[in-house]
């Protein structure tokens, strides 16, 4: 099976608040953790991704949270917009250009 | 900005055929990438290049074969399709140098076989 797992297949949040999305990964081996967007129809899309020498990297209203300890991830987007309904992808490598991918969350925006 | 581009959005062919799926991108990339995505399945990988006229197999390659004479373009061939190869086609590229490993993808093939 795959290494790298989400814990909900689907989130629903209100808009406006906070949305936080998770996911658990196996591998120890991991360097290099990434975060795909994909809306309907559409390729995934990177949003962010941080380096397992780091806990926490920052974009534009995403953060990224890394815990080794528990091998998990968490993608946190700030003041949820409409726009950001999409499934969201986890996603690891062990530094030999190829990716692992979660199966994905589905994030719904309630009005 | 970063562009990888897929020659077909949707394709309907029928069982048997001979299906080309061509993928170029922009970024002078060395490694590109096929997956296919279906619903539970997530993203599987099929083939993959490391640089031109070099091919891997991914995980599920079976009924697939690639070719990759240009640096840019990576196609995935069909030899004979059949109804289970019914899926979102998803081609990506990515450096290996270090910091620029993400990969980027195209906007995908949906493929129906009758």
């Known amino acids: 099976g795959e290494s790298v797992g989400l814990h909900l297949p689907t989130l629903s949040v209100q808009e406006g608040d906070n949305s936080i999305i998770n996911c658990a990964y196996s591998n120890s081996a991991s360097d290099y953790f990434i975060w795909y967007k994909q809306e309907s129809g559409k390729g995934p899309q990177f949003i962010i991704d941080?380096?397992?020498?780091?806990d926490k990297r920052q974009g534009q209203r995403v953060t990224v949270l890394l815990n080794k300890t528990v091998k998990h991830l968490s993608l946190q987007i700030a003041a949820t917009q409409p726009g950001d309904s999409a499934v969201y992808f986890c996603a690891e490598s062990i530094g030999d250009d190829k990716i692992i991918f979660g199966k994905g969350t589905r994030l719904h925006i309630l009005p | 900005d970063v562009k990888v581009t897929q020659s077909s959005r949707y394709l309907v062919k029928r069982t048997g055929e001979k299906v080309f799926l061509e993928c170029v991108q922009d970024m002078d990339h060395e490694n590109m990438f096929w997956y296919r995505q279906d619903p539970g399945l997530g993203l599987r990988l099929i083939y993959f290049?490391?640089?031109?006229?070099?091919?891997e197999k991914g995980d599920i390659p079976e009924g697939y074969s690639v070719s990759r004479e240009k640096k840019e373009r990576f196609s995935l061939i069909l030899e004979s399709a059949s109804t289970n190869q019914t899926s979102m086609y998803l081609c990506?590229?990515?450096?290996?140098?270090?910091?620029?490993?993400?990969?980027?993808f195209g906007p995908g093939t949906r493929l129906l076989v009758l």
């Open positions: 290049s490391y640089d031109v006229k070099m091919k």
């Open positions: 941080i380096r397992s020498n780091m």
């Open positions: 990506a590229s990515s450096s290996p140098k270090t910091g620029e490993e993400t990969q980027y």
